[in-house]
């Protein structure tokens, strides 16, 4: 008799790999952490204090002003990080530390992550 194996989804291994990484990045006051999370039609990504457990700033494509029509989901992700990090300069953030949610580093993450740079954030 074998063994059975049960099937890892693909968001339970996103899930996994996430959990994985928080045990090594944590946002605190004077570097918090910026999260992302992509849907299959939307990314959202925000700036969080872990050790008070709040989140500073945020931004996502489904805001009105970053929806552009026409734009591919990449273009949009861009202008995500671009809005996120002017958002955050005026809270007083210049330091982040990117937590990338479980997600390859290309693409719409990858995306805005260097719109956030453009736009200022170091990390």
């Known amino acids: 008799m074998g063994t059975r194996r049960r099937r ?3 968001s339970a291994a996103r899930t996994r790999r996430h959990v994985r990484v928080r045990r090594k990045v944590s946002g605190t ?4 952490r910026l999260a992302v999370f992509r849907s299959n039609s939307h990314i ?3 700036v969080i204090d872990d050790r008070a457990g709040r989140t500073i700033v945020a ?3 489904l805001e009105a002003e970053l929806r552009t029509p026409g734009q591919n989901k990449t273009a949009r992700a861009q202008a995500v990080g671009e809005q996120l990090a002017r958002r955050a300069k005026e809270a007083g953030v210049n330091e982040v530390v990117f937590d990338r949610g479980g997600y390859r580093f290309h693409g719409r993450v990858k995306a805005l992550a260097e719109g956030a740079r453009e736009s200022g954030l170091a990390f």
């Open 44 to 46: 959202y990504a925000q």
């Open 29 to 32: 006051a004077e570097r918090p």
């Open 8 to 10: 890892v989804t693909s």
């Open 59 to 61: 931004a996502s494509d």
